[in-house]
């Protein structure tokens, strides 16, 4: 069983910082990539960031030049730091992987980790 567990979510100001860490229980490889979604009170989930297993990322215009994505490896984690936040970025931010090899077809996500930022 797949699990993704998020942390590093929390109360920060406007132009503050945060990193959210997803751990996930097996090996990242088991993946064809790992990212991160987003969703506002009121407003559907969107992708804020995605890494392939081959490394290529994708960041969501909204956040380009701010946030950044990144994996360890040997830790099975992946990570997305947030710089020069903005009240806009309040919402709840889930992990999300999309199975490969024998897990592929299989999407499986976090439990969210909230991110608030006040003006």
């Known amino acids: 069983q797949v699990q993704l567990v998020e942390s590093g979510g929390g109360l920060v100001q406007a132009g503050g910082s945060l990193r959210l860490s997803c751990a996930a229980s097996?090996?990242?490889?088991?993946?064809?990539?790992m990212g991160w979604y987003r969703q506002a009170s009121g407003e559907q989930r969107e992708l804020v960031a995605v890494?392939?297993?081959?490394?290529?990322?994708n960041i969501a215009d909204s956040v380009k030049g701010r946030f950044t994505i990144s994996r360890d490896i040997g830790k099975n984690t992946v990570y997305l730091q947030m710089n020069s936040l903005k009240p806009e970025d309040t919402a709840v931010y889930y992990c999300?992987?999309?199975?490969?090899?024998?897990?592929?077809?299989?999407?499986?996500w976090g439990k969210g980790t909230l991110v608030t930022v006040s003006s």
């Open positions: 999300n992987a999309e199975g490969a090899g024998a897990l592929y077809g299989m999407n499986y």
């Open positions: 097996g090996n990242i490889f088991n993946f064809n990539g």
């Open positions: 890494i392939t297993r081959g490394g290529y990322r």
